[in-house]
């Protein structure tokens, strides 16, 4: 079965960091595009960052310059480093699978999602 679980989340200050772990299971993720999205309260879901199979990333511009993705095909894991957090980055989070040659913006797969509370 094909799962993908998220870790990593919780309260920070304003200014601080968090890594997020995307942890795959019944699969490999380097065969799949790798995606983060986040959910504020009221809001509608939102891409933040992608990652190809050849390391090719991309961000959207709010997170630009603070967030960076990677992965560790050894681990079969994708992370999210958050630096310089902002209130505003509060938000569900959530990691995503997508096959190759498809759009990031449409992953076929998701995990549950781990919440990130920026918040003095």
């Known amino acids: 079965q094909l799962q993908l679980v998220e870790s990593g989340g919780g309260l920070v200050q304003p200014g601080g960091s968090l890594r997020l772990s995307c942890a795959a299971s019944g699969f490999t993720l380097n065969n799949y595009y790798i995606g983060w999205f986040r959910q504020a309260p009221g809001k509608e879901r939102e891409g933040v960052s992608c990652?190809?199979?050849?390391?090719?990333?991309n961000y959207a511009d709010s997170v630009k310059g603070r967030f960076t993705i990677s992965r560790d095909n050894a681990k079969n894991t994708v992370y999210l480093e958050m630096n310089s957090l902002k209130p505003e980055d509060t938000a569900v989070y959530y990691c995503?699978?997508?096959?190759?040659?498809?759009?990031?913006?449409?992953?076929?797969?998701w995990g549950q999602g781990t919440l990130v509370n920026v918040s003095e």
């Open positions: 995503a699978g997508t096959r190759v040659g498809l759009s990031c913006r449409y992953p076929q797969y």
């Open positions: 990652i190809t199979r050849s390391g090719t990333t």
